[in-house]
């Protein structure tokens, strides 16, 4: 199999060359350009074709989310990571999961999970920091229900999707609720054929949109 490619992209020299020497350890990960701005990254990709881009959210001459959305339209399959240093921002959050992105961690992960997200985001899973999660379900605890999206889903499909907004997996969510894990299966694709999403980051992202939980 071959090693896993990667670009690291943060203004600050610091924090890349940090990543860069703990992620070159693992025998499956090749680090094989950084980039401090969004032009940076641009130019490199065309000559490295990464697998997956880290990127800061915070850019000197524009945002995370638009170098994000630039680079899903140039790159459809390229898998993007973003990092920022907050988690209490659920709009950008969702707006860079609309955007394209793959992943959404806190910079001050620890750092098994964040290799972890990128074999993850790799098997074409989407990756979404615990304490982000929690801030979306907080956030969404704050929006009254409105009854012409909850009769979207039943009583049941709500309670999983309230538990997939958490992060949880399927595994757990079936010791949750006491169910078979082909059962939640079964209901999260329902819930995603329901709602027109394709993947757990765009679920939550319309949840947000309906206020459906």
Do not use: W
């Amino acid at each position: 199999m071959n090693a896993i490619s990667l670009i690291i992209v943060d203004d600050h020299e610091i924090v890349r060359e940090g990543l860069k020497l703990t992620l070159q350890r693992e025998p499956d990960f090749n680090v094989v350009g950084e980039a401090s701005s969004g032009r940076e990254l641009i130019k490199l990709i065309k000559t490295t074709c990464p697998d997956v881009v880290l990127l800061d959210e915070r850019m000197p001459e524009e945002r995370g989310i638009e170098i994000c959305r630039t680079l899903t339209k140039l790159y459809p399959d390229l898998k993007i990571i973003i990092l920022t240093a907050y988690a209490e921002q659920e709009d950008y959050i969702v707006q860079a999961m609309m955007a394209g992105a793959k992943g959404f961690l806190i910079k001050n992960v620890e750092i098994f999970e964040l290799k972890r997200a990128i074999r993850a985001v790799v098997r074409g899973e989407t990756v979404l920091d615990s304490q982000v999660a929690a801030s979306i379900v907080n956030k969404l605890k704050e929006v009254p229900n409105k009854n012409s999206s909850l009769s979207l889903l039943t009583e049941q499909q709500i309670s999983i999707a309230k538990l997939v907004a958490q992060g949880l997996k399927n595994r757990e969510i079936a010791e949750q609720l006491y169910l078979s894990e082909n059962t939640i299966k079964f209901h999260i694709q329902n819930i995603m054929r329901k709602l027109n999403v394709n993947n757990r980051i765009a679920l939550v992202a319309k949840l947000l949109e309906k206020d459906i939980i």
